[in-house]
């Protein structure tokens, strides 16, 4: 069984977003990096960039594929996790925490197009 947290909102396509304050946290969850497994290259949106919800805002290279990772709300890339571009590995050990990817601003949030942990640990049962 994957970890998820409470305090997050989940995308059918794998992704959490932790909206706090007018800045959304994005990154991939424990159950994606483990589909994927060992992630060598990550690449980023230009900061700076707009985008909407569903957007391909950037991809992740594993050993095995390619997944592009989408935009789970509509905002503008802020900042992106630099760490990544040297130990793109942390996403495979910290998904939640050190393996964050990206950061947007947003100004309001439609959580009808979030899943909670109930709804998204129901999905990937």
Same mark, same amino acid.
């Given at each position: 069984?994957?970890?998820?947290?409470?305090?997050?909102?989940?995308?059918?396509?794998?992704?959490?977003?932790?909206?706090?304050?007018?800045?959304?946290?994005?990154?991939?969850?424990?159950?994606?990096?483990? @589909?994927?497994?060992?992630?060598?290259?990550?690449?980023?949106?230009?900061?700076?960039?707009?985008?909407?919800?569903?957007?391909?805002?950037?991809?992740? @290279?594993?050993?095995?594929?390619?997944a592009?990772?989408?935009?789970?709300?509509?905002?503008?890339i802020?900042?992106?996790?630099?760490?990544? @571009?040297?130990?793109?590995g942390?996403?495979?050990?910290?998904?939640?925490?050190?393996?964050?990817?990206?950061?947007l601003?947003?100004?309001?949030?439609?959580?009808?197009?979030?899943?909670?942990?109930? @709804?998204?640990?129901?999905?990937?049962?």
């Amino acid at each position: 069984m994957s970890n998820t947290l409470k305090n997050i909102y989940y995308t059918k396509d794998h992704e959490w977003v932790n909206i706090d304050n007018g800045i959304a946290t994005v990154g991939i969850t424990d159950y994606a990096q483990n @589909e994927l497994g060992d992630i060598i290259f990550v690449e980023f949106p230009i900061i700076g960039s707009k985008y909407k919800i569903g957007d391909v805002i950037g991809t992740i @290279e594993a050993v095995k594929t390619v997944a592009d990772l989408y935009s789970p709300i509509e905002g503008i890339i802020m900042k992106i996790n630099s760490l990544l @571009e040297d130990e793109p590995g942390s996403l495979n050990k910290d998904p939640y925490g050190n393996g964050w990817l990206v950061k947007l601003s947003y100004h309001s949030v439609d959580l009808a197009t979030l899943l909670n942990i109930a @709804e998204y640990n129901k999905l990937i049962k």
